[in-house]
């Protein structure tokens, strides 16, 4: 299995901040690799696919990089509702797998 | 609008069967798409279980492959899960969601997710 690692495992910052948060793959997956947010008590929310692009209604202040082993997603200026879990996942082969989660925090 | 909605049992019995279901509106099962089972224990991260193609064709998480199955219902638009030989380590919340419709799979939509126990 391919196993993803993110880091950090968490964060703190505030409103108006860019936030990184990085994910890397245990072997290349060129670029499939797709971004979730997670609300407490929600569904993930799909972000990010095939590494850059935006899904559909998805803000443009969020935006992903990378290819092979290492990736980052990006908030540009956090806002409010962007306080949630990210999950980074690979959709290379299956089985498909997630990261362990990036939780952003009100500092 | 693509809409995913779980059902089943909330409990379930140690070495019993998990049984869920995912009912689809939207679109069709039998479209392009995969359809996956996704599962989340209390505070910890997601895990895929497993996948299906409106064909049968079916791929699971080999950590979970001797006890899963993963069926379609293409005339009631759903397709469903079971889970044998249930632990505790089974609970979690269940979700449901839309794959790809290639061999690389994001996905697009997802249920609500249903919190299943696994409990006596």
């Known amino acids: 299995d391919i196993q993803m690692t993110q880091s950090p495992s968490s964060l703190s910052a505030s409103v108006g901040d860019r936030v990184t948060i990085t994910c890397r793959a245990s072997?290349?997956?060129?670029?499939?690799l797709n971004w979730y947010q997670q609300k407490p008590g929600k569904a993930p929310k799909l972000l990010i696919y095939?590494?850059?692009s935006l899904q559909t209604g998805v803000p443009s202040r969020f935006s992903g990089s990378g290819s092979g082993t290492d990736f980052t997603l990006t908030i540009s200026s956090l806002q409010p509702e962007d306080f949630a879990t990210y999950y980074c996942?690979?959709?290379?082969?299956?089985?498909?797998?997630f990261g362990q989660g990036t939780k952003v925090e009100i500092k | 609008q693509v809409q995913l909605q779980e059902s089943g049992p909330g409990l379930v019995k140690p070495s019993g069967t998990l049984s869920l279901t995912c009912a689809v509106s939207?679109?069709?099962?039998?479209?392009?798409?995969?359809w996956s089972w996704v599962r989340q224990p209390p505070g910890k991260g997601l895990e895929w279980i497993g996948e299906?193609?409106?064909?049968?064709?079916?791929n699971y998480n080999p950590s979970l492959k001797s006890r899963v199955t993963i069926s379609v219902d293409k005339p009631n638009n759903q397709f469903s899960l079971k889970l044998s030989s249930v632990t505790a380590a089974d609970t979690a919340v269940y979700y449901c969601?839309?794959?790809?419709?290639?061999?690389?799979?994001?996905?697009?939509?997802w249920g609500q997710g249903t919190l299943v126990t696994v409990s006596s």
């Open positions: 095939a590494a850059s």
């Open positions: 969601a839309r794959g790809g419709s290639s061999l690389h799979s994001d996905f697009d939509y």
């Open positions: 939207g679109d069709s099962i039998s479209s392009s798409n995969w």
């Open positions: 996942q690979q959709s290379y082969i299956t089985p498909w797998t």
């Open positions: 072997q290349s997956i060129t670029s499939y």
């Open positions: 299906i193609y409106h064909s049968g064709s079916t």
